[in-house]
């Protein structure tokens, strides 16, 4: 080949590299603009602009400090300790590599991408804290989330020098372990300290519903959610001009990953459908939970087998979210259910499904040990770190908010702006006892007196 053609395919290779997790990023950015119509939907009228804000300020913060901190982490720290490798070297913010460089074309791109999944991993805690925690204190844990505590775990255990895959075999290529779990973990640690919302379980332990004031934005964000993972998972293999590779240097395809990515969607919506009993909000969490379910080991199933596994992750959601229940913990948006249970279940599945699959560079086969043993040590990484600084921010003071401002809401207490200025209008609907009823108030768990077969209307504050 004659050299000039030599180097214009070798450039052509570099600029589709470059393109292909510029693609990544931008379809990722889709993730969080779900994660914001979602948790807005989710709140109650008089909370949803402290929400958006909330979604916008963990955002830019854990950019910001996954450029200081968390991209070093992940490449100082696979064998399980920091190592001043030359790739830690060039991950420190005043390195030649984390700037504008021609000489690395690769650098930016990959941190990019990482930094999304950064702050995908962060922003999953939001939706299960809300109308009740401090800014200023999710601030601090979801900096902790998605710059320091996640990116350990993928460096750990999604790194094709990670020692969880040189010394157990440890296989997770859709991040169901380093993302997923690590944020369920850690949510359920937070909200352990944190506290259900007011009037959300009575004095005997009665679970009440609070209802979102807007049910189908959520349903929306959960659409625009799925629309971006597709982007997450273009993140989650190592593009180059001989094909595609897994985080972990194996062999594979994009095909692979939408046989299994679709299948997911669908056999999660289905199971979600069927042991709610069509109840919306969790059927549409099923598709989610259906992706996390197939994702440790999507690379390798067979499509059907992929649609099985996540009929199982969808119909476990419901059940995992009424166990939380009985221990009065309030986890408004499941994040728990469908991130930390469904990653663990996933973890395990391609443990069972996948033993005995050979890893690449002579590293320990796919078993079953070694999954149960990665995703006890996601689940210590992920819950201890948040459980213990949230418990140090309650001891002080500043984990939660005052009930005053809790029954008044955060708009009104933190927002100069109104969300609605014309109000917003009455729905009807029905009620546990089948009678005609208006929409619940803004008082937590309260719903207008039933007046059977009948319509009337209420005050939304």
């Known amino acids: 080949m004659p050299p000039d053609v030599e180097d214009a395919i070798t450039t052509m290779g570099s600029v589709n590299n470059e393109f292909f997790y510029w693609v990544s990023i931008a379809l990722m950015m889709l993730i969080h603009a779900g994660f914001l119509a979602y948790e807005v939907g989710a709140s109650r009228s008089k909370n949803v602009l402290a929400t958006a804000m909330k979604n916008l300020l963990a955002f830019a913060t854990i950019i910001a400090s996954f450029f200081f901190v968390g991209w070093f982490l992940y490449n100082a720290m696979p064998s399980g300790f920091v190592e001043m490798t030359d790739a830690a070297r060039a991950a420190l913010p005043w390195s030649d590599n984390m700037g504008p460089n021609t000489a690395d074309p690769a650098s930016g791109i990959f941190w990019g991408a990482f930094a999304l999944f950064a702050a995908t991993t962060g922003s999953i805690m939001s939706g299960?804290?809300?109308?009740?925690?401090?800014?200023?204190?999710?601030?601090?844990?979801?900096?902790?989330?998605?710059?320091?505590?996640?990116?350990?775990?993928?460096?750990?255990?999604?790194?094709?020098?990670?020692?969880?895959?040189?010394k157990l075999g440890f296989h997770d290529v859709g991040a169901a372990g380093c993302v997923h779990m690590i944020a369920g973990f850690a949510t359920l640690g937070i909200l352990l300290n944190l506290g259900p919302r007011i009037g959300r379980f009575r004095a005997d332990g009665t679970p009440v519903t609070i209802r979102p004031h807007n049910l189908p934005l959520t349903m929306l964000g959960l659409m625009l959610i799925f629309t971006g993972f597709f982007g997450f998972l273009m993140g989650c293999v190592i593009y180059s001009p001989e094909g595609y590779a897994t985080i972990y240097g194996s062999p594979t395809t994009l095909s692979a990953f939408a046989f299994n990515t679709l299948m997911?969607?669908?056999?999660?919506?289905?199971?979600?459908?069927?042991?709610?009993?069509?109840?919306?909000?969790?059927?549409?969490?099923?598709?989610?939970?259906?992706?996390?379910?197939v994702a440790a080991g999507m690379d390798l199933y067979h499509p059907a087998l992929a649609?099985?596994?996540?009929?199982?992750?969808?119909?476990?959601?419901?059940?995992?979210?009424?166990?939380?229940?009985?221990?009065?913990?309030?986890?408004?948006?499941?994040?728990?259910?469908?991130?930390?249970?469904?990653?663990?279940?996933?973890?395990i599945m391609a443990g069972i499904f996948l033993a005995g699959y050979p890893n690449t560079d002579g590293n320990p086969s796919v078993s079953l040990w070694g999954q149960l043993v990665g995703a006890a040590v996601f689940a210590v990484l992920g819950f201890l770190p948040a459980y213990l600084v949230s418990l140090a921010l309650k001891k002080v003071g500043l984990?939660?908010?005052?009930?005053?401002?809790?029954?008044?809401?955060?708009?009104?207490?933190?927002?100069?702006?109104?969300?609605?200025?014309?109000?917003?209008?009455?729905?009807?609907?029905?009620?546990?006892?089948?009678?005609?009823?208006?929409?619940?108030?803004?008082?937590?768990?309260?719903?207008?007196?039933?007046?059977?077969?009948?319509?009337?209307?209420?005050?939304?504050?």
């Open 128 to 166: 299960a804290v809300l109308e009740r925690i401090r800014t200023s204190a999710f601030l601090v844990l979801t900096v902790l989330v998605g710059s320091v505590v996640w990116i350990i775990a993928a460096a750990w255990g999604w790194h094709g020098s990670g020692w969880m895959l040189t």
């Open 307 to 347: 649609f099985i596994i996540a009929l199982g992750a969808g119909a476990l959601i419901p059940f995992i979210g009424k166990l939380l229940e009985k221990f009065r913990i309030d986890d408004v948006v499941g994040a728990v259910s469908v991130h930390g249970g469904i990653g663990l279940y996933s973890v």
């Open 264 to 293: 997911g969607l669908a056999g999660g919506i289905i199971g979600a459908y069927l042991t709610s009993r069509g109840e919306p909000f969790w059927t549409i969490s099923g598709g989610l939970a259906g992706v996390i379910g």
């Open 399 to 461: 984990l939660r908010i005052p009930p005053e401002v809790e029954a008044q809401g955060l708009d009104l207490a933190e927002i100069p702006a109104t969300p609605y200025p014309e109000g917003i209008p009455v729905t009807i609907m029905r009620g546990d006892t089948g009678d005609i009823v208006a929409v619940p108030t803004d008082n937590p768990g309260e719903a207008a007196t039933p007046t059977p077969q009948t319509t009337s209307t209420i005050e939304v504050k």
